[in-house]
């Protein structure tokens, strides 16, 4: 990751990725302790039981992309065929982290 970079100038998001929103909610929550009910109230109960089971799906994504060093080490004595499974494996993680942004290549868009 190229660092924590705002994604277009003047928005607030810092980062992309589970770090980053996990930064924007504690600050978030540092500000105005009292913000959790009124969300509760505005989208509802299932909705937020729901968004949060897809913020800890990414943090165990994150968890996972961060361990694939381990994983890649082992590849080199499987068969062909498991090297595949363990490679779509690790890029299912990079891209369910969120990992998978490119500060470099957006600035390449521009």
Same mark, same amino acid.
């Given at each position: +990751?190229?660092g924590?970079?705002p994604?277009?100038?003047g *928005?607030?998001?810092?980062e992309?990725g589970?770090?980053?929103?996990l #930064?924007s909610?504690?600050s978030a929550f540092?500000a !105005?302790?009292?913000f *959790?009910?009124?969300?509760i &109230?505005?989208?509802?109960?299932?909705?937020l039981?729901? $968004?949060?089971?897809?913020? *800890? +799906?990414m943090g165990i994504? *994150?968890?996972l992309?961060?361990?694939?060093?381990?994983v890649?080490? #082992?590849?080199?004595?499987m068969?062909?065929?498991?090297k595949?499974? $363990?490679r779509r494996?690790?890029e299912? $993680? &990079?891209?369910?982290?969120?990992?998978?942004?490119?500060? !470099?290549?957006?600035?390449s868009? #521009?």
């Amino acid at each position: +990751m190229g660092g924590a970079r705002p994604l277009n100038p003047g *928005t607030s998001i810092a980062e992309p990725g589970f770090g980053g929103l996990l #930064k924007s909610l504690s600050s978030a929550f540092v500000a !105005d302790p009292l913000f *959790t009910p009124s969300i509760i &109230k505005h989208v509802g109960v299932p909705a937020l039981v729901n $968004w949060i089971g897809h913020v *800890t +799906m990414m943090g165990i994504f *994150t968890g996972l992309d961060i361990a694939v060093a381990l994983v890649r080490e #082992k590849l080199d004595g499987m068969a062909e065929r498991d090297k595949f499974v $363990w490679r779509r494996r690790m890029e299912s $993680w &990079k891209y369910g982290s969120g990992m998978d942004f490119d500060f !470099d290549a957006e600035e390449s868009l #521009k």
